[in-house]
């Protein structure tokens, strides 16, 4: 384990009231998907500077929690930008990248600094790492100064010498184990298709060719580009979010309205299956897989090594059909089947 560290300032507002005209609306479960990926863009350079995973945006459940304290800028159903406000303080700031440097971010700012006013906070504060040098200057022209600093010290696990080729050929056998055959391993698995962790790395060190330690399983999670596996809160348990064919395992879903749109990745040959059927089924997995990113369903639809093709659905108007829709943790969108009439459009390239 090595030792970093680096600066946090403490910031309290000291300017006068506030009046900023600006229309924000709460977030709602149906920003999630975009929510999440403009959140982690926003501070992913600060915190690969600092050695921090990028992933870091809270929870779906957790955002949903926090609705009536988050407020999104839109425009044309896009969201530019976001604040919160937990308590008497301004948090999670962010300004969608094509939208910065025109003033949206002072606006949120302003707006978060007039709540508060108008529900009387005695005191209004952030916090931001000294390296978002831009963003502690933003704070610093509109009336916040620094009343704390202090150094923060994380410990930062040294990654282990496993090529990339040999992590995604393990990756793919966890798969297996985890959405499939997890007696392949002899693994204990439950309803939701968690195992125990330490009985995981001991049974693909006894049953395959493979060697894993935590380290290297936590490399693997971490640098997982679909987000397929999540630990529990204390790292001791693991399981693969969806995509399971295992017939007593029910993934944990969050049944909401989904996007107007969602994307499904497949090629040309199973699209020919799919008019012929009537609809996307399900096949041998719990449901069918959906996507609000169509860059994710690009993913699947090329992972095939056939002509690839995305499909995109009228997701609300399935919704107002009387379909349902759960999300998993990793964005994914599951349904029962959908039938071609909700086919809007066929995607051959990018």
């Known amino acids: 384990m090595t030792a970093a560290s680096f600066l946090v300032h403490e910031m309290d507002y000291t300017g006068g009231p506030i009046t900023e005209d600006i229309q924000l609306s709460n977030y709602k479960a149906s920003d999630y998907p975009e929510y999440k990926k403009l959140y982690e863009d926003s501070f992913s350079e600060m915190r690969t500077s600092l050695g921090l995973p990028r992933e870091c945006c809270k929870s779906f459940d957790e955002l949903a929690s926090l609705s009536d304290r988050i407020f999104i800028l839109e425009e044309n159903g896009c969201i530019l930008g976001s604040v919160a406000v937990y308590g008497n303080e301004i948090d999670d700031l962010f300004v969608a990248e094509k939208y910065r440097n025109n003033g949206c971010g002072r606006r949120l700012l302003r707006f978060a600094v007039e709540y508060l006013q108008k529900r009387n906070a005695e005191r209004i504060f952030l916090h931001v790492a000294d390296v978002n040098k831009k963003a502690a200057a933003m704070y610093l022209q509109n009336g916040f100064v620094i009343t704390h600093t202090e150094i923060i010290k994380k410990l930062r696990k040294v990654k282990s010498m496993a090529s990339t080729k040999t992590k995604n050929e393990l990756s793919k056998y966890l798969c297996l184990l985890l959405r499939h055959q997890p007696e392949k391993a002899e693994l204990d698995m439950d309803s939701h298709g968690w195992v125990s962790v330490g009985q995981l790395i001991s049974g693909v060190n006894r049953f395959s060719g493979y060697k894993l330690d935590s380290e290297l399983l936590e490399e693997i999670v971490s640098e997982d580009n679909k987000g397929r596996y999540r630990f529990d809160e204390k790292h001791e348990k693991i399981k693969c979010c ?23 990745g497949t090629t040309s040959k199973a699209l020919e299956a799919i008019e012929e059927s009537g609809a996307i089924k399900k096949m041998k997995r719990h449901a069918v897989h959906t996507q609000a990113d169509i860059s994710k369903a690009w993913q699947s639809a090329e992972r095939w090594h056939k002509t690839p093709v995305v499909l995109k659905i009228a997701a609300s108007e399935m919704y107002r059909d009387g379909f349902t829709f759960g999300v998993t943790e990793n964005e994914v969108w599951c349904t029962e089947e959908v039938p071609v009439k909700y086919i809007c459009d066929k995607i051959y390239s990018k």
């Open 242 to 264: 969806q995509g399971h064919s295992i017939p007593w395992v029910e993934p944990e879903l969050t049944f909401c309205e989904p996007p107007e749109f969602l994307y499904h």
